[in-house]
Every structure is written in structure tokens, then in C-alpha cells.
């Protein structure tokens, strides 16, 4: 079980709005430590989808959207497409843990 | 902007092994790098970083005492040496790397990863 929560698994149709919930604690993102989002699809390595709490890499979908508050954070993805079911990881740093921490990771299926 | 990492292991419970991670496009001095394993329908786990600048190292609480993280700076690699492997330590195994440019250690993000490394731990 990670510091950071995340939700095991969400659903939309297509078209629709999803969010991701990443929530932590005092040491992590209450403490004001950046968060970042990762997306894998099957077999693959990780990507990049939002760096610095909000901010979208050159060729990430403006879908994609990450926003902070307190201690947690949220992942939103708007105009669901079938190439967006894949799993989502939120990263943080926690300062009693000394190091880099992700959620569990959440699954995202489109109906 | 390329990181490949070595082929795919298999170990015997109690041996060694050293995943190698080769970045390419940029200097090894200029990024950081992070050690990220995965297990067989699991999530992501985070293992370590090392600064080739500076030698710096942060390892999991969880790994202290069994990872050893190092670079090469004259071939722009980075290794990661796992020891006394168990059967849990069977995972796929990722580096990625950080920029260091007006980004604070503590809020990096990882980008590009390697391509990830099977380890197999089995008698």
C-alpha cells in the first residue's frame, strides 16, 4: 500500500469526463512537493502525461489536465477515447520516506 | 533523446545482478537518473536515484543495503546492481532519467524511461 492513494479502477463512455483522485499526507503533497502523472499502456513503459502539477509535455493531448490542492491531487481527462484505457500513476516525493513515491495506479476502462 | 537499457535476466535466488541503462542524445552529467521496478501485475515501484554529477544517492527505504546504484560518465551509462535476489525481486526493471535544469531534486519527474529490463529470480 503506497503513501499515496488512488482509486483501483474508473470508467467513462467515450466523449465523457473522468477524474483520477491521488490523495497523500503532509509529508508528500501537503508539504507542497510537485506531482506528476505517468500513463502505461499494456507492455509498455511508462509516459509522461503532466509534470510539475499541471503542466502538459510537448504532445500530450490538451484531454489531459492535472490540478493540486492540500494534501492530494487530481488527474482529469475529458472527451474519453478508447486509447486512453490504460493505467495512471501519480509520483510525488515524500520527506519521512527520504525518497520518490507513486500511487497504486488506476485503471482506467472506456465503455 | 534515447535511453536503452540491457537485455532481460534470469537469476538464481541469492545471486546478483546489474541492469545497465545507456542515455544518449546528452551527457549522463546532465541529467539525474531513477530506478523503477515493476512485478508481474503490479504497480510501479520507486528504487533509487543517482546523480552522475556529484556522485549523490537516494536509495528506498525499503532496498537499503541491496541496491547499488552507479554511471560511467565516459560511455554515458548508468547501472543498477541488485544482491541477495529473491523470488519477489522478479520484476520488469525501468531507469528513467530527470532533467536537472531549475528543477529541484525532490520534484523531479522521470522522462524518458528506458524501454525496462525483465529480471527473473527462480530456482
Known amino acids: 500500500q503506497s503513501v499515496l492513494t488512488q482509486p483501483p479502477s474508473v470508467s467513462g463512455a467515450p466523449g465523457q469526463r473522468v477524474t483520477i483522485s491521488c490523495a497523500g499526507s503532509?509529508?508528500?503533497?501537503?508539504?507542497?512537493?510537485?506531482v506528476h502523472w505517468y500513463q502505461q499502456l499494456p507492455g509498455t513503459a511508462p509516459k509522461l502525461l503532466i509534470y510539475?502539477?499541471?503542466n502538459r509535455p510537448s504532445g500530450v493531448p490538451d484531454r489531459f489536465s492535472g490540478s493540486k490542492s492540500g494534501t492530494s491531487a487530481s488527474l482529469a481527462i475529458t472527451g474519453l477515447q478508447a486509447e486512453d484505457e490504460a493505467d495512471y500513476y501519480c509520483?510525488?516525493?515524500?520527506?519521512?520516506?527520504?525518497?520518490?513515491?507513486f500511487g497504486d495506479g488506476t485503471k482506467v476502462t472506456v465503455l | 533523446v534515447q535511453v536503452v537499457q540491457s537485455g532481460a535476466e534470469e537469476k538464481k535466488p541469492g545471486a546478483s545482478v546489474k541492469v545497465s541503462c545507456k542515455v544518449s542524445?546528452?551527457?549522463?552529467?546532465?541529467?539525474?537518473i531513477h530506478w523503477v521496478r515493476q512485478a508481474p501485475g503490479r504497480g510501479l515501484e520507486y528504487m533509487g536515484s543517482?546523480?552522475?554529477?556529484?556522485?549523490?544517492?537516494i536509495n528506498a527505504q525499503k532496498l537499503q543495503g541491496r541496491i547499488t546504484l552507479t554511471g560511467d560518465t565516459s560511455t554515458d551509462t548508468a547501472y543498477m546492481e541488485v544482491t541477495s535476489l529473491r523470488s519477489e525481486d522478479t520484476a520488469v526493471y525501468y531507469c528513467?532519467?530527470?532533467?536537472?535544469?531549475?528543477?529541484?531534486?525532490?520534484?523531479?519527474?522521470?522522462?524518458?524511461w528506458g524501454q525496462g529490463t525483465l529480471v527473473t529470480v527462480s530456482s
Open positions: 528513467a532519467t530527470a532533467t536537472k535544469i531549475e528543477v529541484p531534486a525532490v520534484d523531479s519527474w522521470f522522462d524518458p
Open positions: 542524445g546528452y551527457s549522463l552529467t546532465e541529467v539525474s
Open positions: 543517482f546523480d552522475p554529477e556529484d556522485g549523490e544517492i
Open positions: 503532509s509529508s508528500n503533497i501537503g508539504a507542497n512537493y510537485d
Open positions: 510539475g502539477d499541471t
Open positions: 509520483q510525488s516525493y515524500d520527506s519521512s520516506l527520504s525518497g520518490h513515491v
